[in-house]
Structure formats: C-alpha cells, structure tokens
C-alpha cells in the first residue's frame, strides 16, 4: 500500500502536539509542587476562580477556563466531596471557608511551581505564552 499523505506528513511540527507537550510539562512541575495539598492543577484553577468570584455556574466556569464539561464535572465532584466547593445555592457554586483556607495553605507551593516555570521560561518565554493565549482565547469568543 501507498500512503503519500502519511509519508509527507511531518508529526513534530504538529502544533496541537507542541501545545500538549508544554501542558504536560507545566502540569508536572505544578504537580510536584502542589502534590502534598492534594490538588490537581485543574482543581486550582477552579478555586483560584471561584475564590474571585461568586455565584458561578459550571456553564460559566467552563467557558472562563475554556475548561470540558466532562473534566470540570469530574474536579467539581472532587471539591465538592472534600468540602471545598458548595453547591447549596444550585446551579450557582462558591468556594467554601474551608476551600479558602485549603487554597490559602497551598498558594506558597504555588508560587515556587510559578517561580520555576519562569526559570525556566524566562520573560521572553511568559511574554510568547501570554501572547499564544491571547491570539486563541479570540477565536473562541
């Protein structure tokens, strides 16, 4: 058989596969950081999000984190199970005091993930991260 397309096709300049790679990469330099508290980096995100605003519904979390519905169900349930989340006012939902101070206990580990990456990434390197981020969050609006 004949594959012209397959045999033409260079998989390292994927560019879904580049973006991944970075994720995986900075998911585990957080991990090893935050790890001891317990808490994945998209469990943070929803608290450091739900710690800034109030009354949000998952439809509204999914869309601020460009976050699936299937992973933010499955870390809502988690920080719901451990008392982080609240849902008693659904389908609006806040963090809790304990979420807060479970948040609070773990930010300093935070900051040395976030201190490392910048090591690593220099301000060049967090310059082009903000501007990729910015150029795709525009054609999902």
Same mark, same amino acid.
């Given at each position: 058989?004949?594959?012209?397309? *397959?045999?033409?096709? %260079?998989? #390292?300049?994927? *560019?879904?596969? &580049? /973006?991944?790679? +970075?994720?995986?990469?900075?998911? =585990?330099?957080?991990?090893?950081?935050?790890?001891?508290?317990? *808490?994945? =980096?998209? $469990? /943070?995100?929803?608290?450091? @999000?739900?710690?800034?605003?109030? %009354? !949000?519904? $998952?439809?509204?979390?999914?869309?601020? !984190?460009?976050?699936?519905?299937?992973? *933010? =169900?499955?870390?809502?349930?988690?920080?719901? %199970?451990?008392?982080? @989340?609240?849902? &008693?006012?659904?389908?609006?939902? =806040?963090?809790?005091?304990?979420?807060?101070?479970?948040?609070?206990?773990? +930010?300093?580990?935070?900051?040395?993930? /976030?201190?490392? +990456?910048?090591?690593? !990434?220099?301000?060049?390197?967090?310059?082009? @991260?903000?501007? +990729? !981020? #910015?150029?795709?969050?525009?054609? $999902?609006?």
């Amino acid at each position: 058989m004949n594959y012209p397309l *397959l045999e033409a096709t %260079d998989p #390292t300049t994927c *560019l879904s596969g &580049k /973006m991944s790679r +970075i994720s995986r990469i900075t998911a =585990n330099i957080f991990r090893k950081h935050i790890k001891e508290y317990g *808490l994945s =980096n998209s $469990q /943070m995100s929803l608290l450091f @999000v739900l710690s800034k605003r109030r %009354d !949000l519904t $998952q439809k509204e979390l999914c869309d601020i !984190l460009f976050m699936e519905k299937s992973t *933010l =169900n499955r870390n809502l349930k988690r920080l719901v %199970d451990q008392k982080y @989340v609240t849902k &008693k006012d659904f389908p609006a939902l =806040n963090i809790t005091e304990t979420g807060k101070a479970h948040l609070e206990k773990a +930010i300093p580990a935070w900051r040395k993930a /976030m201190k490392e +990456i910048r090591s690593l !990434l220099l301000a060049d390197g967090e310059e082009a @991260v903000d501007t +990729i !981020l #910015t150029k795709l969050k525009q054609s $999902q609006l």
